[in-house]
Every structure is written in C-alpha cells, then in structure tokens.
C-alpha cells in the first residue's frame, strides 16, 4: 500500500511538473544518450545558432523540430549514443513543436528500457516517429503512440515492441507509412487499418502476427507495398487485395495461408513489379495469368506444392523478369524453351522439381543464372556435360528427348512415303505412254 501511495505521489508530482526550456531539456537528453560528452561545453549557444548535427531547428520561429541521434553514416554524423544511453520521455515534453524524432542503434545494451504507466505521450505534433535497431527498447506499441494523430510515417524496425496494433491506429488518417517490421508484435491486424486512406507503405514482415488477414485491407487503394511476410498468417488471401491496383510490392511469404492455386487477383494489379508468395500451402497449379503482367521483375513462388507444367507464357509475356523462384515444389515436365526470352534474368531457379528433358536456356547466355539441381530428368547438350548453376548438368541421350526422336523418326517416315508416291506416280506416268 505504501509502494502504491509512493507511485501516486510521483506521478503527481511529474504532471506538474513545469516543462523545461527547449534548450535545457536538449542538454539533459543528450547528457542521457551519451554522458561521457561534454555537450554544454561544445555547444554553449543557443541550440539555432550552434547544436549538433541531427538537431534541427525551425527558422523564423526558432524552435527545434526535427531530433535525430545515432551513428548512421559519415555523410549523417547524428549525436551518438553510447552503450548505456537511456530513454527519459518526460523530456520530450518541452519540444511542443517536433515534428521527427529518430533513434538509429541507441538502445541496445542488455538492460532493458520499458514504457510502463504513467508514460506522459510524445509531442502531438509528431509527424514522424523513427525507431530503428534498439532490441532492448522494449515498450507496448500502444503506450508509445498515444495522441500521435498527426503522424504521416511511423518506422518502429527491429526493436522490441510487443503486443498487438491498437486498433485506435485507424484514427492517424494522416499515416503515409507504416512500417512494423522485426519486433515482437502478435495478435490480430485490427480492422481498422483499412480506414488509412492515404496509406502508401504497410509492412508488418518479422513479427508473430496470426488469424486472417482482414478485407479491409483492399480498401488501402494507394498503397504501393504490402509486406506480411514471416508472420502466421493463416485462412485465405483476401480477395479485396485485387483492389490494390497501384501496388508494386507484395510480399505474404512464409505465413499460412491456404488458398488452393496461385492468387488469380494478381493479373488484376497490372502495376506490380515484385511478387512473393513462397513457403505457403497454396498448391495447384500455376496459372495462365501473365499477359496483362509484364512489368514484374522478381517472383518468388518457392516451397508452394505447386504441380503440373511451368506455363510458357511466363517465358513470353514476362520480359524484365530478373528473379523467378519456382525451387522445392512438385513441377513436371519440361523447361519451356520460352525462357531463352527472359534475357534480364539474374537467377532462375528450378531446384528440387520433378523437371525432365533437354534445358533449352543453356543455349543463350544463362550458364550459372540457373539452378536445377535435384531435377534427375533434366539434361543439357548431348555428349557434353555442362555446369548450371552450383552443380552440372548431365549430358542429352537421344532417350532423353523422346519428342525429339518421335518428330525425327515420323518425319523419316513422312519422307519415305512421300518418296515412294512419287516413284510411283512416274512408273505409272510412263506405263499409261
């Protein structure tokens, strides 16, 4: 009881707390981002006339708004933070007219820095939020965006954030960008993202997000990428996402989604350039959709279960196709000689299939672009053996292509009675004389 009146007081106490001056509360928390800097001896004016780099201050009003710290390259030498830099919120309350706050590698030693109630909110007007490798800083997400309504881009990457989305983040109509990946968040994508109108980036990759991936998503019509890869994602691939028609990027691999066969929605979304679906159960076979697509440069449709042919129309109609992934399913039958085409690809890779014949790619400027090994059916040239990929191919017998030998022998044949018809014709030509 007297632990709890000991809180109660303290949290009164820090309510009221007048704010400190803007350059005083910069002192403090650059003192506890790094203390062994002498920061008011190397900066001893006012914060617009002399402050580090990453400091940013506006001009007339003379205000900071912008605070960036933590090394990020030469061109960017941000104030560093040193290996026992702490995070003290109380301070951001006398920046009332921020509007970035970044952290690049600043919280990352073993003592962990959590956000527990009360936790007074960030500067409203906040229109970016940038937290990037800290994995000690470990707040709910919730606790850390209460009141940011203003925000256009919030980048949380590779921290420790847990819990799930708060659905309340459908209310920040003004987000550009959102951007979750490589934290511990879970649960459920709520509903409400779908209210996000202006939404250009959603990338929730790295996380252990589960359940089904709500329609309402298809309503984010500007959106441009779309990453839910490495979740659990499980049911089906929304149909709304055919309503994603600026989309240029998606990626929902390695989840658990179980649509049966490729998703037909994608020849709707002619805008894309990036596709990846691999370690899904998605199955079938792939379908003729590839017209209408030519402007992808990488597929990624590994691990599927995929079975049946490679379509060659994918030779034809995808010519600035770069990467194709198609390895560890269940494909057959041949390589489509249509793939001599894709003359911009920097990797094809067919592993692991029940792929049989002659690979016809060997014959234009592939040569270690592809890889397809673990296709005991496939061969090269005959009588030469030749490397593909990491390993060889093995050369062509005339069993080996029995289309081959089939056309050859039938037009032999062809030959022979169109022969012995004309032979006939002129015996018979003569004899009548």
């Not at 560093?80 to 009332?96: D, E, Q, R």
């Not at 649960?187 to 996000?196: A, C, D, I, N």
């Amino acid at each position: 009881m007297a632990l709890l009146w000991w809180i109660l007081i303290l949290f009164f106490s820090l309510s009221h707390q007048q704010p400190l001056s803007e350059q005083e509360a910069l002192y403090q928390l650059l003192h506890s981002l790094n203390p062994s800097i002498p920061w008011r001896t190397l900066f001893p004016d006012h914060f617009c006339l002399s402050a580090p780099h990453g400091v940013v201050c506006d001009y007339p009003s003379q205000h900071i708004v912008e605070l960036n710290f933590g090394y990020v390259s030469d061109e960017t030498p941000n104030p560093p933070c040193s290996p026992n830099a702490t995070f003290n919120p109380l301070l951001f309350s006398s920046f009332p007219f921020l509007r970035k706050l970044f952290f690049y590698k600043c919280f990352n030693q073993t003592l962990t820095l959590t956000l527990t109630f009360p936790f007074p909110s960030l500067p409203p007007t906040l229109q970016e939020l940038v937290f990037i490798h800290n994995p000690s800083f470990l707040p709910p997400l919730g606790t850390l965006l209460q009141n940011l309504t203003s925000l256009r881009r919030l980048v949380l990457i590779g921290n420790g954030f847990h819990g799930e989305i708060p659905p309340q983040l459908g209310d920040f109509i003004a987000l550009e960008e959102v951007t979750l990946s490589g934290n511990n968040l879970g649960g459920e994508v709520p509903h409400s993202l779908g209210l996000l109108k202006k939404l250009k980036v959603l990338d929730l990759s790295g996380n252990r997000f589960e359940g089904c991936v709500s329609e309402s998503l298809g309503n984010l019509t500007q959106l441009l990428k779309l990453d839910m890869s490495f979740n659990q994602f499980g049911c089906r691939i929304p149909e709304s996402f055919r309503r994603l028609r600026s989309l240029e990027f998606l990626d929902l691999s390695f989840n658990r989604f179980a649509n049966f066969g490729v998703p037909l929605f994608l020849r709707e979304i002619p805008s894309l350039k990036e596709v990846y679906v691999s370690g899904n159960f998605l199955s079938g076979v792939i379908p003729e959709i590839w017209e209408n697509l030519g402007g992808i440069e990488k597929l990624g449709f590994s691990d599927m279960g995929l079975v049946g042919n490679i379509p060659a129309s994918m030779g034809v109609y995808l010519k600035n196709l770069s990467y194709l992934g198609l390895d560890n399913n269940r494909l057959d039958g041949p390589v489509p000689p249509e793939f001599g085409l894709l003359e911009f690809a920097d990797e094809i890779n067919l592993e692991n299939n029940n792929l049989s014949g002659r690979v016809p790619l060997l014959t234009t400027k592939m040569g270690q672009k592809l890889k397809v090994a673990g296709n005991t059916g496939l061969c090269g040239v005959e009588n030469k053996i030749i490397r593909c990929g990491s390993g060889q191919l093995k050369p062509c017998n005339k069993t080996d292509v029995p289309d081959a030998v089939l056309f050859g022998g039938a037009s032999q044949s062809m030959c022979s009675l169109i022969l012995r018809f004309f032979l006939f014709l002129i015996l018979f030509v003569f004899a009548g004389f």
